[in-house]
Structures are given as structure tokens and as C-alpha cells.
């Protein structure tokens, strides 16, 4: 189902609407079964959700994948895509290897220099929480996409602290360090940021629900966990059976991993006027 229509008033002056998407979510067991081999249990899981809710979106073309990283996620929600941008040269050269993108830039995100209005719609998956210059990116957003462009983004949310394992301010300060978070924002915040570069929030969709949320992070803390040197969940992880990967996989395919308004990832679309 969709949510009402809600409005946000970020100024007394300014009101829009967007739909906020809180059907069920699931991912196929294949894919799944893909994911928890390659990143592990609690990655997998992550991965999962965030696969999920882009496979839904129409993507007009050219696609930029901005901080396309390896390429992996983005090799399970498309099959071509023309720009990958990403700053580390060595993972370029793996996302290379998926054979689904035309070019590569290796500059960082604020240094951008395609060409103004010359993209469909830009994509990023979980990169721009890590931004400290998330407004110079954003521009750079605004610029390269043409009129009825639409930028779809996925992000961990502001409740995302409060879902973690241990309930503690340390420990979320530390999970926010080592996972490198900057900004972990309300809707109403990056409808803001947003919205002053003339891009309005179409539609938001939610995922992994407070118990999803707390177990990936307990999986992610079992990650860390050594004995003589070696992480244990580690070591179980790569020796279960085929079987057994099967079996979870099947398992989690059943997972309904979207959440209500309030959620620990969210998928955002927004348009260029």
C-alpha cells in the first residue's frame, strides 16, 4: 500500500507533497543466496533491502552511478548503465569487470565534470551519508541532470541509531565512526537540501524495520569476535555447506523487509523541476 500523501513545511512559505511507499518488500532467494555468500550475513542483508526498493524505480536514461563502488549492487538493479563515478581506482577496475557500464570517472563526486543536463537520472546507493561536502554534491547532482531528471538515492536514516544492538550513545558514536556516517538525516531534512537546488522529493520508500535493523547489527558485532587471530563467524561462514546457504537463502527471500514511516534505510526519489 501507499501512505497518504504527506507535506512537509520546511519554511513557512514552502509546502510539497510526496508519497511515502510502505509495501511489502522482498527479494528473490537466487539473488539473496548471491549476496550472502559474497558479503556475509549481515552486509548481505543490508544489500538486500537496498536491492530490493531500487528494482522497483524506472531508470530514464543516461544513468550516472555516482560512488558505484564495485558495482555489485548496482549489477543486480540494472544491466547497463552508461557513467560509473567512483574515486578509488581499484574498485573501478573491478566494477569493470561486470560488464555493465560504457565509462568510468574516477574523480570524487564533488568534482564531477560531465556536462550540464546531460543525465536521465542519477543514482547512489548508500554513499551519500559518508559526504561531508553532501551540498557540493547535490549541486553537482542538479547540474548534470536535465529537466524531469530524477535523482533515487538510498541512505541509513536518523533512527537508525536508536535500532543498533547495544543501547548506548558510545556505542552508536562508535558504530557511526567505523561506519564512516556523516549524515543521518530526518526526510524533512534532505527535502530541504534538496528542494534550495530546485530538486522535489517525489517519493519515499522505507526498509528494514527496528527488528532487521537489530539483527544485522548483532550479526555485525558477531563479525567481530576473534579467536587466535581469526574471526569466528568468519570461519563458520565460509565452510557452511552449499545446502545450507541454500537453505538460508530460501529462508530469507521470505523476509518482508520494508518498514513502516520510520525505518532504519529509506529510498528517496527526487525530481528536477
Known amino acids: 500500500m501507499f501512505m497518504n500523501v504527506r507535506?512537509?513545511?520546511d519554511?513557512?512559505?514552502?509546502?510539497r507533497a510526496f508519497v511515502?511507499?510502505?509495501?511489502?518488500?522482498?527479494?528473490?532467494?537466487?539473488?539473496?543466496?548471491?549476496?550472502?555468500?559474497?558479503?556475509?550475513?549481515?552486509?548481505?542483508?543490508?544489500?538486500?533491502?537496498e536491492i530490493a526498493a531500487l528494482r522497483e524505480q524506472v531508470y530514464e536514461r543516461p544513468v550516472l552511478d555516482l560512488g558505484c563502488g564495485d558495482g555489485l549492487v548496482t549489477s543486480f538493479v540494472l544491466s547497463k548503465v552508461e557513467v560509473?563515478?567512483?574515486p578509488d581506482e581499484k574498485v573501478l577496475a573491478q566494477a569493470a569487470e561486470r560488464g555493465?557500464?560504457?565509462?568510468?570517472?574516477?574523480?570524487?563526486?564533488?568534482?564531477l565534470a560531465l556536462p550540464d543536463e546531460s543525465i536521465g537520472t542519477v543514482m547512489s546507493n548508500s554513499v551519500l551519508e559518508h559526504l561531508l561536502q553532501i551540498d557540493v554534491v547535490l549541486e553537482q547532482v542538479a547540474?548534470?541532470?536535465?529537466?524531469?531528471?530524477?535523482?533515487?538515492?538510498?541512505?541509513?536514516t536518523d533512527a537508525f541509531n536508536a535500532w543498533l544492538f547495544l543501547p548506548s550513545r558510545r556505542y552508536a558514536a562508535w558504530r557511526n565512526r567505523q561506519l564512516a556516517h556523516c549524515n543521518l538525516w530526518p526526510v524533512g531534512r534532505w527535502v530541504y537540501h534538496l528542494r534550495r537546488l530546485g530538486l522535489e522529493v517525489e517519493m519515499v520508500r522505507p526498509y528494514l524495520r527496528r527488528e532487521l535493523v537489530y539483527a544485522w547489527d548483532g550479526l555485525e558485532l558477531l563479525q567481530h569476535v576473534w579467536i587466535l587471530r581469526r574471526r569466528v563467524l568468519g570461519i563458520i561462514w565460509r565452510h557452511l555447506p552449499r545446502s545450507a546457504l541454500d537453505w538460508l537463502a530460501l529462508q530469507a527471500s521470505r523476509l518482508d523487509l520494508s518498514s513502516?514511516?520510520?525505518?532504519?534505510g529509506r529510498l528517496i526519489v527526487a525530481r528536477k523541476h
Open 143 to 156: 547540474r548534470v541532470l536535465r529537466p524531469g531528471g530524477r535523482l533515487l538515492f538510498t541512505v541509513p
Open 260 to 264: 513502516s514511516t520510520i525505518s532504519g
Open 84 to 86: 560509473g563515478l567512483d
Open 11 to 15: 519554511t513557512p512559505k514552502q509546502s
Open 20 to 49: 511515502t511507499d510502505v509495501r511489502s518488500l522482498h527479494l528473490d532467494a537466487a539473488t539473496f543466496r548471491v549476496l550472502l555468500e559474497l558479503q556475509g550475513p549481515s552486509l548481505g542483508l543490508w544489500r538486500a533491502a
Open 100 to 111: 555493465i557500464y560504457e565509462r568510468f570517472e574516477a574523480v570524487p563526486a564533488e568534482e
Open 7 to 9: 507535506s512537509l513545511k
